[in-house]
Structure formats: structure tokens, C-alpha cells
């Protein structure tokens, strides 16, 4: 299993970003894809998942309205639109399959997204 995160960056308050996740080493269109996130000194936290089969998507609360999650899966690709950034979504965010839980135990390296004025 690789998993490979790209697209973070500095932005400021109110801006957005889009990251993508690039999978290999599975059937990627028969997995629940999700993103987790780990600010500093903070234990990692689920973020969102698009279910497998065009069966929707979920998103914890405090970027639900704000984020948005998308999966191509003839690319074995997931997305993470992020818009109206805010400090506290300052972390490393990484992709895994799996539904609020890690599917694989191993990691990509992540991609880190600061929000700072």
C-alpha cells in the first residue's frame, strides 16, 4: 500500500486549498477513502470520507459546510477541497482508507496546511 499527499501551503484566514491523495497497491474504488488531519501536539483526527460506490460523503463537524471530499477512482485519486480556512485547521493531513478508522497501518508523509495571517 502507498499512499502519497499533495497540495498544502501556507494560506491565510479565509483562503482555500485543495489537496490530493494518489493510492496504489489496492482496489481504490472498493474502499471508503478518508482524510485525518494531526495539528502539533495533538493526537490525529478523522476529517471526512467519501464512501466506495458513489454512496455519499461525511464530514466531522467542525469542517463540515467547509470542506469538501471527492474521490476519481479511474485515477486512484481522493480530494480535499478546503475553502473558509481557519487557524485551528493548521496539521499535517494524510489519506488512508477507511471509514473514521485507518483501514492500512502504514501512512503517506502527509502534507502540511498552515493557516496564519
Known amino acids: 500500500v502507498q499512499l502519497v499527499e499533495s497540495g498544502g501551503g501556507l494560506v491565510q484566514p479565509g483562503g482555500s486549498l485543495r489537496l490530493s491523495c494518489t493510492a496504489s497497491g489496492f482496489t481504490f474504488s472498493g474502499k471508503d477513502m478518508s482524510w485525518f488531519r494531526q495539528a502539533r501536539g495533538k493526537a490525529r483526527e478523522w476529517v471526512a470520507t467519501?464512501?466506495?460506490?458513489?454512496?455519499?460523503?461525511d464530514y466531522a463537524p467542525s469542517v463540515k459546510g467547509r470542506f469538501t471530499i471527492s474521490r476519481d477512482n479511474g485515477q486512484d485519486t481522493a480530494f480535499l477541497q478546503m475553502d473558509i480556512l481557519k487557524p485551528d485547521d493548521t496539521a499535517v493531513y494524510y489519506c488512508?482508507?477507511?471509514?473514521?478508522?485507518?483501514?492500512?497501518?502504514?501512512w503517506g508523509q502527509g502534507t502540511q496546511v498552515t493557516v496564519s495571517s
Open positions: 488512508n482508507a477507511g471509514y473514521k478508522s485507518a483501514l492500512f497501518a502504514s
Open positions: 467519501a464512501f466506495r460506490f458513489d454512496l455519499g460523503a
